[in-house]
């Protein structure tokens, strides 16, 4: 069990960010379903569903096509759902919250990964647990999770001896470059060539219906992978931002170096950190996805990987730094009123720089099928995997 101060820290940051906030929110509805599988009309399930419904900025954005009476007075849309989120708070302090397990809490941080969207507003779910009445609510959920020690990895180093690249639908492994520098090169020259254009062309008002590469991760150019977990499938099966709904997939081991130096992403200041040292300015690429999701306006930043490439073979995204600080914008310069968003980078995953790297090629194959409530991937047979 985790002592009280780091228990406390640890939910503090769990109720940081939108993704944690998501996860803790999720991880009740799991609790109170997997305890009461017949909701009534009562329960916190529908309540937090009509609750998120109301603040959808889909939802409410359509308000203005409500129906008019036949005297042209506006009225409410039939059957529309009236639970605020000091009720869905109330009903949530009611449930009884499961003992973390590994099993429920990969299942309920895959939710929240899975849910993560940098393009558009956060959905109603993220809404409502970012209001006043819930996020004191969710504080138990938060002080549940940090006292159990199964949390702990979320905040620790690269794990170098389980890495795991995974292979969606056949995919070929991206191929680790002879040249890291030529790479990232061109990928920046792109990044670069892309800013000139939506400079040229884009409106700069950021409410202006625009929308770009809205990712701030490494290029896809380079190998990533993540460690696997207590049942021995990899964490980029379960954690994955902006999926396309993948049903099958392959894993391979990454072998890396101990000496290949890696810089660690524990939490927001790490992340303003590697972009005020290796700035980028992408703010016309930017600025109009990243205003949707986090209502920021101003000068937009991300680390130029060509520039820490020089001073690091690797970068990790550490799960606890992903709850916390993702989907948010994060200061970088007061001088410059700049900012950035960590968006598009999978929790716990490495980007290499390192032409050290080296794939082991022996494949594992793996299907997502139904466990119960569940959807969980496991391992194909050999016959499976051949076919």
């Known amino acids: 069990m985790n002592s009280s101060a780091a228990a406390s820290t ?112 956060p959905d109603g779910d993220d809404v409502l647990a970012a209001t006043p009445d819930m996020r004191h609510a969710l504080r138990r959920v938060a002080e549940h999770i940090a006292a159990s020690p199964l949390a702990a990895w979320w905040w620790t180093p690269v794990d170098r001896f389980t890495q795991h690249c995974v292979l969606w639908e056949g995919a070929a492994p991206v191929s ?104 980028m300015d992408v703010t016309a690429q930017k600025r109009h996805d990243w205003y949707r999701t986090t209502g920021r306006i101003g000068r937009w930043i991300i680390p130029d990987w060509v520039q820490v490439a020089e001073h690091y073979d690797a970068v990790h995204l550490q799960v606890g730094a992903y709850l916390s600080a993702a989907g948010v914008a994060i200061p970088v310069d007061d001088v410059t009123d700049s900012a950035s968003v960590i968006a598009g980078w999978d929790p716990d995953r490495t980007y290499w720089f390192s032409s050290n790297v080296a794939y082991d090629y022996e494949r594992i194959g793996w299907l997502l099928v139904e466990d119960g409530v569940d959807m969980v991937w496991k391992p194909m047979s050999a016959q499976e995997t051949h076919t």
Not at 15 to 39: D, T
Not at 41 to 47: D, V
Not at 84 to 91: D, K, L, N, S, V
Not at 193 to 214: I, Y
Request: aromatic share 10%.
């Open 10 to 121: 640890i939910a503090e940051r769990l109720l940081a960010g939108p993704r944690g906030r998501r996860f803790l929110l999720e991880y009740a509805l799991a609790s109170e379903l997997a305890q009461n599988p017949v909701r009534s009309e009562e329960s916190f399930g529908p309540a937090a569903f009509d609750a998120a419904y109301r603040l959808d900025p889909a939802v409410i954005s359509g308000s203005a096509r409500r129906l008019q009476s036949v005297f042209g007075e506006v009225t409410e849309e039939p059957d529309t759902p009236m639970v605020t989120p000091a009720e869905a708070a109330e009903r949530l302090d009611m449930v009884e919250l499961l003992d973390p397990t590994p099993k429920t809490l990969r299942s309920a941080l895959a939710v929240a990964v899975d849910n993560a969207r940098y393009w558009q507003e």
């Open 176 to 279: 680790i470059p002879d040249d890291v520098h030529a790479t990232l090169l061109a990928a920046r020259d792109q990044q670069w060539a892309d800013e000139r254009v939506a400079l040229q062309e884009r409106d700069p008002d950021p409410t202006a219906n625009w929308s770009d590469e809205w990712w701030s991760r490494p290029p896809v150019t380079m190998p990533s992978s993540a460690r696997k977990l207590f049942d021995d499938s990899p964490a980029g099966l379960w954690f994955v931002e902006d999926s396309f709904g993948w049903e099958q997939a392959q894993s391979m081991r990454l072998l890396v170096s101990d000496d290949d130096s890696v810089f660690e992403i524990r939490d927001a200041s790490d992340w303003a950190q590697l972009c005020a040292r290796f700035p």
